[in-house]
C-alpha cells in the first residue's frame, strides 16, 4: 500500500508565500508522476501544477509565473512553492501520485490522493 502525506498549508496574508509538501510512502519502485490539485466549496477539484512523466511540467494558467512545482525524485516527494498568494487561492490542496509498487513478487501501478491541506489566504 502507498500512502501520501501532505504538509505545509496554514493562512498567509494577501501576497504572501506558502510551501507545500507531499511525500509518498509504502512499498515503491517509482513515482512515476506527481502533481497538485485544489478545489473550493461547490467546485470541482482543479489541476494547479504537474511534474508528470518525464519530467513534463505543465500549471494551471491561473498560477503561472507564481507557483513553481518541484520534486525530490530519491525521496519521492514533491514540493509546491507559492508566491503573490491572493484570496482566490484559498483552497483545499491536493497531492496525487501515480506509483509503481512492489505486491509481492510482482509490480503493479496505481494512482493515490494525499488527504488534502488547507491554504487559507486573508484579503
Known amino acids: 500500500q502507498v500512502t501520501l502525506v501532505e504538509s505545509g498549508g496554514g493562512l498567509v496574508q494577501n501576497g504572501g508565500s506558502l510551501r507545500l509538501s507531499c511525500t509518498a510512502s509504502?512499498?515503491?519502485?517509482?513515482?512515476?508522476?506527481m502533481s497538485w490539485y485544489r478545489r473550493t466549496p461547490g467546485k470541482q477539484r482543479e489541476l494547479v501544477a504537474a511534474?508528470?512523466?518525464?519530467?513534463?511540467?505543465e500549471y494551471a494558467d491561473s498560477v503561472k509565473g507564481r507557483f513553481t512545482i518541484s520534486r525530490d525524485s530519491a525521496e519521492h516527494t514533491v514540493y509546491l512553492q507559492m508566491h503573490s498568494l491572493t484570496p482566490e487561492d484559498t483552497a483545499e490542496y491536493y497531492c496525487?501520485?501515480?506509483?509503481?509498487?512492489?505486491?509481492?513478487?510482482?509490480?503493479?501501478?496505481?494512482?493515490?490522493w494525499g488527504q488534502g491541506v488547507q491554504v487559507t489566504v486573508s484579503s
Open positions: 496525487f501520485a501515480t506509483v509503481t509498487y512492489r505486491q509481492g513478487d510482482r509490480l503493479s501501478a496505481d494512482s493515490y
Open positions: 509504502g512499498n515503491i519502485v517509482t513515482v512515476n508522476a
Open positions: 511534474h508528470g512523466f518525464g519530467g513534463l511540467i
